[in-house]
């Protein structure tokens, strides 16, 4: 009841949220409500019971696309342009969809409900079998990793695809010579002349680092994986840019290096993949991996939860410094 | 002993909550820049203290204590940084603070 009561509350806020998004003409205010409302989808997620997802929207939505959102405000304004929309064809749109949308609500399964087809279908099956074929507390991660290995490491290529977009996207006319034209003593847009801040941010950075690790490799017993840690891992640097100037993070984990971290994680998930071939199994079956299965799974699982890591640090990291660099240009 | 610690952690409770609402209706009331951040760093600070160690304490000592002593140990580093960033941004954009009595608070941004 209680439950019901506080997930009443954390949607109404959601919705109030999202009518200030609306409403508000400041990109910047808007950006923030961004953030409240991955946070409180993320508060919402956690009362779902599902911790891995809640982790995933604190660490990307509230935390990483923040920062990223900011970077692109930086380059242009604060104020939004007055749009030439068509309101009443939107107002139109939106009644539909909302129509339908509570049409479908009809035929939905009580919350919670088991037996609704979703637990009917492969999830019973996943939830018996982990115990036997992998022996990880978290189902979550034996489904991701392995069970659905294959959906994962499209999720990978996706990220990664979605990088190399970016950094097209933000790389065009530039003509490659952003090394050169940023001086490295020059006084970068960092918070170089607040000292609190960059004291506390200094002494948090190792903690953030060890608390990524921790998520990485945490993935099996409890939430986390490769997704979060390498938001943390990623906004860590982040902070670490922000503190010192972008070209002092970029002295520490220079571009080259980022671009083989983007490309490295992705090698990694499919050489496992290759590798469990070569040894006599399925593309991505990792019992082979080992002389035991169930040891073979944790390799297999424990190195391609690795390579997500990588790849979603290495993509964000990219990411963040093209919006930074093309604010110099 | 239980019983005093449930009593002690539910003071605790209650209090940070107290601070939180109190926090929240300065922030909205207060008339400028700056003391609607005083009102608002009260959330985050004694707010934080009094409703993570009311949890601590019906936690007992567990692991789920010595997290959440790590996430106010990041709370009370963080906060006070994020609110004195603030400020000096406030100050370094031109925002000077008012001295004299209140004046009313104007309406437009």
């Avoid at chain 1, 939106?94 to 609704?116: C, E, H, W």
């Avoid at chain 1, 941010?201 to 608390?211: A, E, H, N, S, V």
């Avoid at chain 1, 083989?260 to 998930?269: E, S, T």
């Avoid at chain 2, 909550?17 to 922030?27: E, N, R, T």
């Amino acid at each position: 009841m209680i439950i019901i009561l506080f997930g009443v509350f954390l949607l109404a806020l959601l919705v109030i949220t999202a009518l200030a998004i609306v409403r508000t003409d400041n990109l910047f205010a808007a950006v923030i409500l961004t953030g409240i409302f991955s946070l409180l989808m993320a508060a919402n997620f956690f009362l779902l019971d599902a911790a891995d997802v809640a982790l995933t929207e604190a660490a990307i939505g509230a935390g990483i696309s923040t920062v990223l959102f900011l970077g692109a405000l930086a380059l242009t304004g604060e104020r939004e342009r007055g749009g030439s929309t068509n309101r009443l064809l939107a107002l139109g749109v939106v009644t539909v969809t909302t129509l339908i949308v509570i049409y479908a609500t009809f035929d939905k399964p009580r919350l919670g409900d088991p037996d609704a087809p979703v637990h009917q279908h492969v999830g019973p099956w996943y939830l018996e079998k982990t115990p036997a074929l992998i022996d990880i507390p978290n189902a979550v991660t034996a489904v991701l990793a392995s069970f659905r290995g294959y959906d994962t490491l499209g999720e990978v290529f996706v990220v990664f695809t979605a990088g190399i977009g970016v950094l097209f996207l933000l790389s065009a006319g530039r003509g490659g010579r952003t090394e050169e034209i940023r001086p490295a003593d020059a006084p970068g847009p960092g918070l170089r002349h607040y000292l609190v801040p960059r004291v506390v941010g200094r002494m948090l950075i190792p903690f953030i680092f060890l608390f990524g690790l921790y998520v990485q490799f945490h993935g099996d017993y409890g939430p986390g994986g490769g997704f979060q840690a390498g938001a943390i891992v990623a906004a860590a640097v982040i902070l670490y840019a922000l503190l010192e100037g972008e070209a002092q993070a970029l002295r520490a984990l220079p571009m080259s290096v980022l671009k083989w971290l983007v490309a490295g994680g992705a090698l990694l998930y499919g050489a496992i993949g290759v590798a469990s071939m070569f040894l006599g199994g399925n593309f991505l079956d990792y019992s082979v991996l080992a002389s035991d299965p169930i040891t073979g799974q944790h390799i297999g699982i424990i190195v391609i939860e690795l390579g997500v890591g990588i790849t979603v640090t290495g993509v964000l990291l990219c990411v963040f410094h093209a919006f930074a660099a093309r604010g110099k240009v | 002993m239980a019983m005093t610690i449930d009593i002690l952690s539910w003071i605790m409770l209650t209090a940070g909550g107290a601070f939180v609402f109190i926090g929240g209706l300065g922030a909205l009331r207060m008339p400028n820049l700056y003391t609607r951040m005083h009102a608002a760093s009260l959330t985050d600070t004694m707010g934080a203290v009094l409703v993570i160690g009311g949890i601590m304490m019906q936690a007992g000592l567990t692991l789920a204590t010595i997290k959440l002593a790590a996430i106010l140990l990041f709370l009370l580093l963080t906060s006070p940084t994020a609110s004195n960033a603030l400020a000096s941004a406030a100050i370094l954009s031109g925002l000077q603070p008012e001295e004299g009595p209140i004046k009313p608070r104007k309406n437009a941004e």
